[in-house]
Structure formats: C-alpha cells, structure tokens
C-alpha cells in the first residue's frame, strides 16, 4: 500500500510539494484552513472588481518553467503570461519619476539621462547580478540547507567577499544619484531585509528585475495557484478546505496525521507549509525544536497594510506597478526593523492591474491595490487602518497631480490583525524570516524536523526563504527530503 501524506496549507509551497509527492508515488492529501486555496496567495472578488490578495509580482519565469517542466508541462498549458512594459516606475517627487521599461537596453538608457556613465556601470553591475542568479537560482537554492557545505563550491569560493559586504554599500560604491541608488536598492526588499542588513550577493534579485523582466499572468497571479491546483489532481492529490488543523499526532517520537476540526486523519508522514512558529504549537511542547525566545530573535519580514479600491474611472500618471519612494527610506525601515512602531510618513507600492488585465475591472474603472510595509507585531486597529489610507491616498493624488478620492466606490483592507487571523502567522508577518547573512540556507530553520520523525516543514520560513520563486523551491526541496528519508510503500527507513 502507498504512503501516505497529511499536507498542512495549500499556498505555494504546500502544492508544489504535493504534486513532487504524488508524482514520487505516495497518496497525498492537502489541507486548508481557508475556504479557498492558495494561502497568502488567494483574491478578493467585490463588485466586478478581482483583486490578488497577496503577490502580484510575477518574477523570475524561468523558476516556474523549471516548476512545470518537471511535470512535461508549461506554464502556458495552463496561463498566459504578458511581459509588462513598462515593468514599473517609480515616484520621487510630485510629476517627478523614473520609468523602468522591459529591456536592459532601454533601463541603461533611463539611468544615463539621470546620471552621465551610469549606464556602463549599471551594464557591469548587472552582468556580476547574472553571474550570481545563474549560481544561486540554477544551483544554490535548490539544496536543502542540510549543510555549510552546501554553499561551498568553485563558484561560490570566488565570490566569498561577496557575503560580507552588503547590497547598500556596493550600490552606493558605484552609484552617486540617490534616485537609481533608490531603484537598484528596491529588489532585495522582496528578501525581506534592509539593503544594509543584505549580503551583497544577493544582487541576483537585480538581475531578476532588469534582466528578466517583470510579468503579468492574465486573470492574476491567482491563475498560478489554480495551475498547480490543476496539476495536483491530475496527479491525484486531494485537497480539503474549510479544514484547520488543530494538533499534529506524534507516537514514539514519529508523527502519525493530523487532527483536523476534531477528526483524526492518520498518515505516514506530516509536511506543513503553514507558518512555521504556529506548526510547532500543534505540537506538545517536547517535539518542538525552536523556543519562544529564538524566534523573538530572527529578523522578519516586514508585515503589510493592504487596501483593495474600486474606482469608478481609469486613472492617469501610473503604471501596472508604481513605487512612492518620495520620503526617506532608511526612517521608514527604521520603524520596521529597529524601532518597530508605525511610520511617520512611509513608503508605498500601488498596483493597477486593470491597466493590464480587463479581467481586473468593470469597463472604464480601475483596480487598485496599495501596500504599505510595516513592522509585524504592532498594533492594528481600524482607526489607524482609516488614518494611513488618508495619509498615502492625499500624497497619491498629490504625486501624480491626479484627483480620485471621490472616484473610490469601496475600499478593503488586510493588514496584521488579518495574517494572523487568516494565515496563523507570526506576529503577522507577510513575507516569512528575512534573508539576512545569519539567515542564508543552513541557517534557517530545517525543512525536516530534528525531533520528530516523519514531521517536515516547507514555505518561507524555511529553505530558500520568502517570496514565490523560493517557494516553489522549497516544496521540491521538502519532497526530495521526503522521497529520502521515507519508503513510498513501508514506515520510515531512516
């Protein structure tokens, strides 16, 4: 009889690792908390309007080929993708921004009219990012942070200043206008940590923008969700929603299923792409590797105030991806990661995916969606929800010199309160642990647990680390470890 598989969480992660495990030949079973699946990646449908509640950055393409090519499929066997041009732009004053386009040729030319030379270095710095993506991307991050040795090879070896410098002070060597220092800072903060705090290898995410380019999947960044779950069940994957997970079942030391909404669902083996601080509470205390006080000390990913708005028009001066960098980041990341409370006057990301995509949008209105990065663990309350809208809505109309305050037909909001509530993450986090120097593969915590056998972890908080790329990654990961360390047919064999 096959083995048989309890997976915690549908987001990307969880079904990646489901389709690597029924592919493998065990029986596999996906349960979400949710009524829908996808996690952090689900939508929000008002009114005509369909917004992506979580990602809406469509990076690194050439992951999800790899993703679906396992499978003898493409991506376009299930969603069309569109490369965006322009890919975003970037606001730093009133009428006063940079547009990023869709080829490194037309980047190098934006760069040169702001600052005479840039573009040579701007060719070289991106040359050095592609050279560190094919390392990472093609090789590193696909090995399970089982070992240092892992991150040793000819490659790396040439590179090793680069993880004790840091991706702000090679920026800034090299660029003196603090507008395209500005921009080629902005990729590493899907790692989840300051430029200052990001080892300076880690500019493969540069590469990623310029190099790669920036896509949209019509119908949204859903649409990669509903493919996976397509794939999952043609490779005979069950999944249960509406089931939230309230004990992980372990017996002499090795995990045994689930109890789910009081039912008893016995397995072989457990995997959770859950949030991982919340997997280990379902745990009795003695199979719990991390304590309450080693988590107060990683470094997180920032939280996100979120607001979904349906206008009633099309509007003007903005992109499908808009970046407000008219304030002074380092305060705001000050209020994020050294003092963490609300920021003063912060940072903001607006997407407009009606601009795109008509599926987004009744004919002659817009969807909008702004994001604002915030420390996890603050206070939430409608009232400071309300407050920041005001603040980053009056300076949107104030950059773009365009009024849509009275255009707002609805707004939604998602922010800590909400991650917590709906995704059981710590202090309510958006992103996972950040990719700091003491955060990289080895260091982070293990996909496969050290106290109990057959319990596995998967998602951003493990190996690679956050975003949707590594997530993917991380789910083949976890299933290697599986396939590894457990028999498709008999009990554990290691």
């Given at each position: 009889?096959k ?15 489901s ?8 029986q ?5 908390k ?11 449908k008002k009114d ?11 990076w ?14 493409k991506p376009?066997d299930?969603y069309?993708?569109?490369k ?9 004053g ?5 547009t990023?386009?869709?080829?490194l ?10 600052e005479?030379?840039s573009?040579k ?7 050095s990012a592609?050279n560190?993506y094919d390392?990472?991307i093609?090789?590193?991050v696909?090995n ?5 040795l892992?991150?040793?090879t000819?490659?790396?070896?040439k590179?090793?200043?680069?993880f ?11 660029f ?5 220092v ?6 590493v ?6 430029p200052s705090?990001t ?6 995410m540069?590469y990623?923008?310029?190099?790669l380019?920036t896509?949209?999947?019509k ?6 969700i ?6 999952a069940?043609?490779?005979g ?6 089931v939230?997970i ?9 995990a ?14 457990v995997?959770?792409g859950?949030d991982?601080?919340?997997?280990e509470?379902?745990l009795d ?8 006080n ?9 939280s ?9 028009k099309?509007l003007?001066h ?5 970046l407000?960098?008219d ?5 705001h990341?000050e209020?994020?990661?050294?003092k963490p ?25 817009e969807?909008?969606i ?11 309350t ?17 950059l773009t010199?365009?009024?849509v305050k009275?255009?707002?037909i609805?707004?939604e ?6 991650f ?6 710590y202090k ?10 003491l ?6 915590p293990?996909?496969?647990s ?15 680390g ?14 290697d470890?599986?396939?590894k ?10």
């Open positions: 009889m083995s048989s598989i309890s997976i915690i969480g549908s987001g990307f992660s969880s079904l990646a690792a389709c690597y495990l029924a592919k493998a030949g065990y596999v079973t996906v349960f979400e949710n009524k829908t699946i996808g996690g952090r990646a689900r939508q929000l005509g309007f369909t917004f992506d509640i979580g990602p809406t950055w469509y690194m393409p050439d992951v999800f080929e790899r993703f679906f090519a396992d499978f003898n499929k376009s299930y069309t993708l569109e965006l041009n322009p890919a975003y732009s970037v606001y730093f009133k009428d006063d921004f940079i990023i386009e869709d080829t040729e037309k980047i190098k030319l934006a760069f040169e009219k702001e005479a030379g573009s270095k701007l060719n070289k710095f991106i040359n592609k560190n390392i990472a093609k090789d590193l696909y399970p942070g089982v070992s240092p892992e991150l040793i000819p490659a790396t070896i590179k090793i200043n680069q004790f410098s840091t991706i702000k002070k090679d920026v800034r060597k090299e003196k206008n603090e507008r395209l500005k921009i080629l800072e902005f990729p903060l899907f790692l989840g940590a300051k705090d080892p300076s290898f880690y500019s493969f540069n990623a923008d310029f190099g380019g896509f949209h999947p119908k949204g960044m859903y649409q990669v509903l493919a996976m779950e397509s794939l069940k043609e490779l994957v069950t999944i249960k929603t509406n939230n309230d004990k992980i079942m372990v017996e002499n030391g090795t045994t299923g689930v109890v789910a909404n009081g039912e008893i669902y016995k397995s072989d083996v995997v959770s859950a991982y601080h919340h997997t509470t379902l205390s003695p199979y719990r590797q991390y304590s309450e080693y988590w107060k000390k990683k470094t997180f990913a920032p996100s105030l979120l607001f979904y708005v349906g206008f009633d099309k003007i903005v992109n499908h991806h808009t407000f960098f304030v002074d980041f380092d305060i990341a209020a994020i990661y050294d409370q609300w920021p003063e006057n912060p940072l903001f990301y607006a997407s407009f995916p009606s601009i795109t995509d008509a599926n987004a949008a009744p004919e002659g209105k969807a909008g702004f994001l604002i990065p915030l420390a996890p663990g603050i206070e939430d409608p009232e400071l929800r309300n407050l920041y809208f005001d603040k980053i809505i009056t300076r949107f109309e104030d010199s365009h009024n009275k255009h707002i609805f707004k909001s998602f922010c800590i309160n909400d917590i509530k709906d995704y059981n993450s309510g986090n958006a992103y996972g642990m950040a990719n700091t120097l955060q990289t593969a080895f260091l982070r293990k996909l496969k050290k106290l109990v056998e057959s319990l596995f972890f998967t998602g951003q908080l493990t190996v690679p956050p975003g949707v790329p590594p997530s993917l990654i991380s789910g083949k990961l976890v299933a470890l599986v396939t360390h457990h028999d498709i047919t008999h009990e554990s064999i290691i």
